[in-house]
């Protein structure tokens, strides 16, 4: 039987992943961990990724099968400390891939991130293989993630996987730290302030995905026969591609008294080097991958559950 760990499992991804883990496995055979300690999650852990001993402490005390590796710094958060961020986001995954190489763990989920490419890298359609100089230590620290993947995999045969994920929007669980955080943002202010200002200018696209998308692409790689997957550093993901103002106009026809206005801010240069959209050809071919929800599904189904979740 299968015993998962996510590590960084309070974040946005993380506080979902484990939910979907946990109804596919059985709650006791998916433990949570983090740095923050949490008081509602039956089958919790408190760790720090940097701290090795204790990892393996965890790994083999609990016979863990899989690591879904989701603990980082993210992309805005990382440039006020890049040492820091380097230290996080590259030292905790290769305590676990070398743990992948003693044989500790069958399996390793490591995520990536739209934050890879840079201001050489195309726009449209961003292919799965092109320049990769991002222009953040988070951008720096994924690419450098996902070659460790793809060496570990081809040296000490360790079943790693990988997605570049786009920015993710999701209800329950509001997001710190991200350039793509306004499309959650917007949301709140919406509900809460009938206006927002938002850090982006108004016709910056940005590849985006729904919550329940990304959980289900990530359990779907993960299921996948590995003979069929080609990619072992990190796969392109897409669904949806917008600008503020395009998801401001749609909350408009909801919400005759929303207004939003622009305020660019240092995340408009990190914006402005990544991808707009993205070829993810090799993600539907190899595993079946195919997003269900489009811009207005996300804009429908983000406003009834926040509206439920913030009045009542």
Not at 162 to 182: A, L, N, Q
Not at 260 to 269: E, G, L, N, V
Request: aromatic content about 10%.
């Amino acid at each position: 039987m299968e015993k998962v760990l996510v590590t960084g499992a309070s974040g946005q991804l993380g506080s979902e992943l484990v939910a979907a883990l946990r109804e596919k496995y059985g709650v006791m055979q998916v433990i949570s961990s983090d740095i923050k300690e949490t008081n509602d999650d039956p089958n919790f852990l408190m760790l720090d990724i940097l701290n090795k001993t204790r990892l393996r402490e965890i790994v083999v005390e609990h016979k863990v099968t899989q690591v879904y590796h989701l603990a980082a710094i993210l992309s805005a958060s990382g440039e006020w400390d890049p040492k820091k961020t380097w230290n996080v986001n590259l030292n905790g995954l290769l305590s676990i891939l070398n743990l992948g190489r003693d044989g500790l763990i069958n399996k390793i989920f490591f995520p990536s991130t739209i934050a890879v490419h840079g201001p050489h890298t195309p726009k449209q359609d961003t292919p799965q293989f092109t320049d990769f100089t991002p222009s953040t230590v988070y951008g720096i620290s994924k690419v450098t993630g996902e070659l460790w993947c793809n060496y570990y995999h081809q040296r000490y045969g360790v079943d790693v996987r990988s997605i570049r994920y786009p920015g993710i929007i999701s209800w329950k669980t509001k997001p710190h730290g991200g350039t793509t955080d306004y499309a959650v943002e917007i949301f709140y202010d919406a509900i809460e302030k009938g206006t927002y200002e938002c850090f982006l200018k108004e016709d910056t696209m940005l590849p985006m995905m729904y919550i329940d998308d990304a959980i289900n692409g990530t359990i779907q790689l993960m299921d996948a026969d590995k003979e069929k997957l080609s990619l072992r550093t990190s796969y392109n993901l897409a669904a949806v591609s917008f600008t503020p103002k395009q998801i401001s106009d749609l909350i408009k026809q909801k919400m005759d008294n929303f207004s939003i206005s622009y305020k660019p801010d240092f995340r408009q240069a990190i914006a402005d080097s990544w991808s707009q959209t993205i070829d993810d050809n090799y993600a539907r071919k190899d595993w079946n991958w195919n997003p269900k929800y489009d811009l207005e599904d996300i804009v429908e189904t983000m406003l009834k559950n926040l509206n439920i979740k913030l009045n009542g």
